[in-house]
Each structure stands twice: as structure tokens, then as C-alpha cells.
């Protein structure tokens, strides 16, 4: 059973930036991948970022360039590095991870998920 738990939300002015996290537990195989999702009022959930268990790493492009995702495994942590946030990246952010190294970022290819942790960028 894979347990994820998502920190590091909050409130923060547009051009700021925020780190949010995600503590996974039950990654018992070394082949996995982990990625951010978010979903704003009234969208879908869209991918953000994915990293494989061994590195790869894959952005979509509303982020690219922005947001920075990377883990500590360790520490069994995930992590979101996102700057120059705007109002439209406000949104609940969820993490998510699957025994798989397609560095997907469908929403319908991850089995595990958080709870969400908000982000809201104010103007």
C-alpha cells in the first residue's frame, strides 16, 4: 500500500515562489515513477512533472522552465520547486506515483495519490 502525503501549500503573491513536498511510503519496488498533478476550480486535473526512480525527468510546458521537480530518496520525499508563479497556478496540487517508467502524465496512468495540498497566487 502506497501512502502519499502532500506539504507546502500556502498563499503567495504572483512573481513568488513555493517548494511543496510529498513524503511517500510503501515504494517498495526500485522501478517507479512520481509526478505533480493540479487541478484549478472547474478544470481537469493536469500533469505538472514527472521524475522516474532513477532520474528522468519530464515537464509539461505551462512549467517548463518555472517548476523544478526532484526527490530525495532517502528521505523517501518528493519535491516541486515552482518560481515565477502567476495567478493561473493557482490550484490544489496533488502527488502521484505508479510502478511504471513512462513518465506519463495522465492522470488515469497513477494508481497512488495524495490529498492536495492548495496553492493560490494572488495578482
Known amino acids: 500500500q502506497v501512502q502519499l502525503v502532500e506539504s507546502g501549500g500556502g498563499s503567495v503573491q504572483a512573481g513568488g515562489s513555493l517548494t511543496l513536498s510529498c513524503e511517500a511510503s510503501g515504494l517498495t519496488s526500485s522501478m517507479y515513477q512520481m509526478a505533480w498533478f493540479r487541478q484549478a476550480p472547474g478544470k481537469e486535473r493536469e500533469g505538472v512533472a514527472v521524475i522516474s526512480s532513477i532520474g528522468r525527468r519530464k515537464y509539461a510546458e505551462v512549467v517548463k522552465g518555472r517548476f523544478t521537480i526532484s526527490q530525495d530518496k532517502a528521505k523517501n520525499t518528493l519535491y516541486l520547486q515552482m518560481n515565477a508563479l502567476s495567478p493561473d497556478d493557482t490550484a490544489m496540487y496533488y502527488c502521484?506515483?505508479?510502478?511504471?517508467?513512462?513518465?506519463?502524465?495522465?492522470?488515469?496512468?497513477?494508481?497512488?495519490w495524495g490529498q492536495g495540498t492548495q496553492v493560490t497566487v494572488s495578482s
Open positions: 502521484a506515483a505508479e510502478w511504471v517508467w513512462d513518465l506519463s502524465l495522465s492522470k488515469s496512468d497513477y494508481a497512488w
